[in-house]
Protein backbone atom coordinates (compact mmCIF):
# COMPACT_ATOMS: atom_id res chain seq x y z
CA UNK A 1 0.00 0.00 0.00
CA UNK A 2 1.38 3.63 -0.85
CA UNK A 3 2.21 5.56 2.00
CA UNK A 4 0.34 9.19 2.49
CA UNK A 5 1.93 11.53 -0.15
CA UNK A 6 1.89 15.27 0.32
CA UNK A 7 2.51 17.94 -2.79
CA UNK A 8 4.37 19.98 -3.11
CA UNK A 9 7.47 18.85 -0.81
CA UNK A 10 8.85 22.47 -0.93
CA UNK A 11 7.56 25.90 -1.15
CA UNK A 12 8.28 29.18 -0.95
CA UNK A 13 6.08 32.01 -0.96
CA UNK A 14 6.37 36.03 0.49
CA UNK A 15 4.30 37.51 2.66
CA UNK A 16 0.55 37.68 1.81
CA UNK A 17 0.53 35.51 -0.60
CA UNK A 18 -2.03 32.42 -0.16
CA UNK A 19 -0.49 28.46 -0.33
CA UNK A 20 -3.10 25.29 -0.79
CA UNK A 21 -1.09 22.28 0.33
CA UNK A 22 -2.20 18.80 -0.97
CA UNK A 23 -2.46 15.37 0.86
CA UNK A 24 -3.42 11.80 -0.76
CA UNK A 25 -4.17 10.00 2.65
CA UNK A 26 -3.71 5.59 2.93
CA UNK A 27 -5.89 3.77 0.81
CA UNK A 28 -8.93 3.25 2.48
CA UNK A 29 -8.19 5.95 5.21
CA UNK A 30 -10.96 8.17 6.09
CA UNK A 31 -9.64 10.40 7.76
CA UNK A 32 -6.80 12.83 7.46
CA UNK A 33 -5.63 15.36 10.71
CA UNK A 34 -3.14 18.44 9.81
CA UNK A 35 -0.39 19.77 11.70
CA UNK A 36 2.10 22.77 11.89
CA UNK A 37 5.85 21.55 13.10
CA UNK A 38 7.98 24.33 14.01
CA UNK A 39 11.48 24.22 15.89
CA UNK A 40 10.06 26.17 18.90
CA UNK A 41 6.40 24.78 18.89
CA UNK A 42 6.90 21.18 18.15
CA UNK A 43 3.93 19.50 16.73
CA UNK A 44 0.77 21.86 16.86
CA UNK A 45 -2.91 20.27 15.79
CA UNK A 46 -4.78 22.63 12.57
CA UNK A 47 -7.59 20.35 12.05
CA UNK A 48 -8.74 16.92 11.28
CA UNK A 49 -11.42 15.51 8.56
CA UNK A 50 -13.38 12.83 8.18
CA UNK A 51 -15.82 11.91 5.29
CA UNK A 52 -15.46 15.32 4.19
CA UNK A 53 -17.19 17.34 7.63
CA UNK A 54 -14.27 19.03 9.98
CA UNK A 55 -14.03 16.84 13.00
CA UNK A 56 -11.77 18.80 15.52
CA UNK A 57 -10.02 22.03 15.01
CA UNK A 58 -6.86 23.53 16.83
CA UNK A 59 -6.25 26.94 18.11
CA UNK A 60 -5.25 28.66 14.57
CA UNK A 61 -6.45 31.94 13.08
CA UNK A 62 -9.21 31.96 10.16
CA UNK A 63 -6.54 32.40 7.90
CA UNK A 64 -5.97 28.52 8.15
CA UNK A 65 -8.75 26.86 6.57
CA UNK A 66 -8.91 23.14 4.74
CA UNK A 67 -11.38 20.92 2.62
CA UNK A 68 -11.81 16.81 2.26
CA UNK A 69 -12.62 15.46 -1.21
CA UNK A 70 -14.97 12.17 -1.39
CA UNK A 71 -12.15 10.37 -2.29
CA UNK A 72 -10.50 11.70 1.37
CA UNK A 73 -8.06 13.71 -0.22
CA UNK A 74 -7.46 17.04 1.89
CA UNK A 75 -5.96 20.34 0.78
CA UNK A 76 -4.81 23.19 3.60
CA UNK A 77 -5.25 26.59 2.64
CA UNK A 78 -3.41 29.09 3.92
CA UNK A 79 -4.37 33.02 3.44
CA UNK A 80 -2.24 35.82 3.83
CA UNK A 81 0.52 34.60 4.64
CA UNK A 82 3.21 35.73 7.50
CA UNK A 83 6.93 34.78 8.22
CA UNK A 84 5.64 33.31 11.13
CA UNK A 85 3.70 30.43 9.20
CA UNK A 86 7.39 29.24 7.56
CA UNK A 87 6.82 25.76 9.01
CA UNK A 88 7.06 22.03 8.18
CA UNK A 89 3.07 21.13 7.43
CA UNK A 90 2.55 17.43 7.96
CA UNK A 91 -0.61 15.13 6.55
CA UNK A 92 -1.82 12.12 8.88
CA UNK A 93 -4.16 9.85 7.61
CA UNK A 94 -5.85 6.80 10.08
CA UNK A 95 -8.95 4.32 9.25
CA UNK A 96 -11.18 6.37 10.58
CA UNK A 97 -11.72 8.55 13.54
CA UNK A 98 -11.77 7.08 17.15
CA UNK A 99 -9.38 6.33 20.35
CA UNK A 100 -8.26 3.53 18.84
CA UNK A 101 -7.28 4.69 15.48
CA UNK A 102 -3.48 5.72 14.66
CA UNK A 103 -2.31 7.99 12.34
CA UNK A 104 0.10 7.90 9.76
CA UNK A 105 2.12 10.52 8.49
CA UNK A 106 3.47 11.69 5.04
CA UNK A 107 6.54 13.63 4.57
CA UNK A 108 5.06 16.84 5.24
CA UNK A 109 5.49 20.35 3.17
CA UNK A 110 8.38 22.73 4.40
CA UNK A 111 6.65 26.24 3.37
CA UNK A 112 9.03 29.58 3.80
CA UNK A 113 7.91 32.42 3.63
CA UNK A 114 9.99 35.56 2.74
CA UNK B 1 -4.84 22.82 25.29
CA UNK B 2 -4.11 19.63 26.67
CA UNK B 3 0.09 19.06 27.23
CA UNK B 4 2.51 16.64 27.19
CA UNK B 5 5.53 16.62 28.76
CA UNK B 6 8.07 14.91 27.40
CA UNK B 7 11.93 14.09 28.78
CA UNK B 8 14.37 14.25 28.46
CA UNK B 9 14.24 17.00 25.49
CA UNK B 10 17.71 15.74 24.51
CA UNK B 11 20.41 12.64 24.71
CA UNK B 12 23.75 12.20 23.69
CA UNK B 13 25.31 8.25 24.38
CA UNK B 14 27.40 5.93 22.99
CA UNK B 15 26.56 3.34 20.48
CA UNK B 16 25.75 0.32 22.72
CA UNK B 17 23.76 2.05 25.66
CA UNK B 18 19.99 1.54 26.25
CA UNK B 19 17.47 4.45 26.15
CA UNK B 20 14.85 5.61 28.13
CA UNK B 21 12.40 8.76 27.84
CA UNK B 22 9.10 9.15 29.07
CA UNK B 23 5.88 11.33 28.56
CA UNK B 24 3.42 12.38 31.21
CA UNK B 25 0.02 14.01 31.14
CA UNK B 26 -2.37 15.99 33.64
CA UNK B 27 -5.57 13.63 31.79
CA UNK B 28 -5.85 10.30 31.57
CA UNK B 29 -5.53 8.55 28.19
CA UNK B 30 -6.67 5.92 26.02
CA UNK B 31 -4.33 5.50 23.59
CA UNK B 32 -0.36 6.25 23.74
CA UNK B 33 1.63 6.58 20.50
CA UNK B 34 5.24 6.82 20.20
CA UNK B 35 6.94 8.20 16.77
CA UNK B 36 10.38 8.61 15.37
CA UNK B 37 10.89 11.35 13.40
CA UNK B 38 14.38 11.93 10.95
CA UNK B 39 15.34 14.97 9.00
CA UNK B 40 13.64 15.80 6.44
CA UNK B 41 10.33 13.42 6.77
CA UNK B 42 7.56 13.01 8.68
CA UNK B 43 6.98 10.35 12.00
CA UNK B 44 6.57 7.16 11.36
CA UNK B 45 5.25 5.03 14.11
CA UNK B 46 6.92 3.04 16.01
CA UNK B 47 4.74 1.82 18.71
CA UNK B 48 0.78 1.79 19.63
CA UNK B 49 -0.50 1.15 23.34
CA UNK B 50 -4.20 0.76 24.00
CA UNK B 51 -4.61 -0.47 27.26
CA UNK B 52 -3.19 0.73 31.11
CA UNK B 53 -0.05 -1.54 31.96
CA UNK B 54 0.22 -2.90 28.18
CA UNK B 55 4.08 -3.78 27.41
CA UNK B 56 4.67 -3.80 23.63
CA UNK B 57 7.92 -4.44 21.79
CA UNK B 58 8.96 -3.64 18.00
CA UNK B 59 12.70 -5.10 17.76
CA UNK B 60 14.91 -3.23 20.15
CA UNK B 61 12.00 -1.08 21.13
CA UNK B 62 9.46 -1.21 24.07
CA UNK B 63 7.05 0.81 25.34
CA UNK B 64 4.83 0.55 28.09
CA UNK B 65 1.21 2.02 28.84
CA UNK B 66 1.35 3.37 32.67
CA UNK B 67 -0.92 2.05 35.34
CA UNK B 68 -2.27 5.65 36.42
CA UNK B 69 -3.16 6.08 32.03
CA UNK B 70 -1.49 9.53 32.97
CA UNK B 71 1.84 8.18 31.33
CA UNK B 72 4.18 6.24 28.92
CA UNK B 73 7.46 5.12 28.40
CA UNK B 74 10.15 4.10 25.65
CA UNK B 75 12.74 1.91 26.14
CA UNK B 76 15.78 1.36 22.97
CA UNK B 77 18.26 -1.42 24.07
CA UNK B 78 21.93 -1.27 22.57
CA UNK B 79 21.73 1.78 20.77
CA UNK B 80 22.53 2.03 17.12
CA UNK B 81 23.65 5.18 14.41
CA UNK B 82 20.81 4.79 12.98
CA UNK B 83 18.46 5.24 16.43
CA UNK B 84 19.68 9.27 15.75
CA UNK B 85 16.46 11.12 15.02
CA UNK B 86 13.65 13.20 17.48
CA UNK B 87 10.86 10.52 19.32
CA UNK B 88 7.79 12.00 20.26
CA UNK B 89 5.08 10.53 22.52
CA UNK B 90 1.84 10.78 21.36
CA UNK B 91 -1.74 10.75 23.50
CA UNK B 92 -5.59 10.64 22.73
CA UNK B 93 -7.76 11.37 25.85
CA UNK B 94 -11.32 10.13 24.45
CA UNK B 95 -12.54 8.63 20.90
CA UNK B 96 -13.18 11.32 18.43
CA UNK B 97 -10.13 13.31 20.14
CA UNK B 98 -7.47 14.56 18.43
CA UNK B 99 -3.80 13.48 19.35
CA UNK B 100 -1.91 16.10 21.48
CA UNK B 101 2.19 15.65 21.08
CA UNK B 102 5.08 15.29 23.22
CA UNK B 103 7.66 18.07 22.19
CA UNK B 104 10.32 15.19 21.18
CA UNK B 105 13.54 13.70 22.85
CA UNK B 106 16.19 14.55 20.43
CA UNK B 107 18.70 11.20 20.61
CA UNK B 108 22.31 11.34 19.33
CA UNK B 109 24.25 8.38 18.50
CA UNK B 110 27.69 8.55 19.07
CA UNK B 111 29.67 5.21 17.48
Known amino acids: KAGVTQTPRYLIKTRGQQVTLSCSPI?????VSWYQQTPGQGLQFLFE???????NKGNFPGRFSGRQFSNSRSEMNVSTLELGDSALYLC?????????????FGPGTRLLVL | GQQLNQSPQSMFIQEGEDVSMNCTSS?????WLWYKQEPGEGPVLLIALYKAGELTSNGRLTAQFGITRKDSFLNISASIPSDVGIYFC???????????FGEGTQLTVNP
Open chain 2, 27 to 31: SIFNT
Open chain 1, 27 to 31: SGHRS
Open chain 2, 90 to 100: AGRETSGSRLT
Open chain 1, 49 to 55: YFSETQR
Open chain 1, 92 to 104: ASSPKTGWSETQY
